[in-house]
């Protein structure tokens, strides 16, 4: 599925920022970001007992100046999200920690506050996460997940494939290199696709990133 999409996210993220930037009274500032990245991922549910596991992620962002005090960032990442969920073998068996992991991309725009020009800023925006579903090891397939008689780890891989998400954070830096510390949200229920006993479960991503951007 995300090879599918990478294409058309590139192209679409392209577009938004050739169209802002192209339309912009101030063009002294405009460079493209290579970033890197590790998080924090977690999903906040009441119907899950999950635990945070860290992750990697990385790609393109571009920075341009649209106001004197405020920038625009478009950025396309890919993602590698990892969470603990609890499981049992059997139901006398110890519970474990299970690895899902997940392969995700996302595009967004982020809004930049210029505390100080070029040097501290606070950012804020929405972003779009595209995904498939949880991949476990096949050793964990039949593990009965923690607070369920009969629900497994393999049918608890599904997730929704689209999922809103919000961003706020501060990045530090100079012109040609930044570090920021995101905190992200997630507004959709990552897990709309799941049932356990007649119930739909609900959970919601969030995310601590510290990323590091490269402005050539």
């Keep these: 599925m995300l090879k599918s999409l990478f294409p058309l996210l590139v ?4 577009l938004f920022v050739t169209k802002s930037f192209s339309q912009s009274r101030y063009n002294d500032y405009n460079r493209l970001g290579i970033s890197f990245g590790i998080h924090q991922f977690d999903i906040r549910t009441n ?7 860290i992750g990697f992620h990385g790609g393109l962002s571009t920075r341009g100046t649209v106001a004197r005090h405020f920038d625009m960032i478009y950025f396309l990442h890919l993602n590698k999200h990892e969470v603990n969920v609890l499981g049992r ?3 006398l068996s110890n519970a474990e920690e ?3 992991t997940l392969l995700a991309a996302k595009v967004g725009v982020l809004g930049s506050f210029k505390i100080s020009e070029r ?14 579903k949880f991949e476990i090891d096949e050793k964990f397939n039949a593990y009965v997940l923690e607070g369920y ?11 929704s494939r689209l999922n809103l998400m919000g961003i706020i954070g501060i990045s530090t830096g100079f012109q040609t290199f930044k570090i920021s510390l995101q905190y992200e949200y997630g507004f959709s229920n990552v897990l709309s696709k799941l ?5 739909k479960l609900k959970g919601n991503i969030e995310q601590l990133s510290v990323l590091a951007t490269f402005y050539l």
């Design 11 to 14: 192209a679409t993220c392209t």
């Design 89 to 91: 073998e059997t139901i």
């Design 98 to 100: 299970i690895p899902f």
């Design 47 to 53: 119907d899950l007992q999950t635990s945070k596991s």
């Design 149 to 159: 008689n009969t629900f497994t780890a393999n049918e608890a891989r599904q997730t």
């Design 195 to 199: 049932t356990a006993d007649t119930n």
């Design 119 to 132: 040097h501290l800023s606070i950012e804020f925006g929405p972003a779009i996460q595209l995904s498939d």
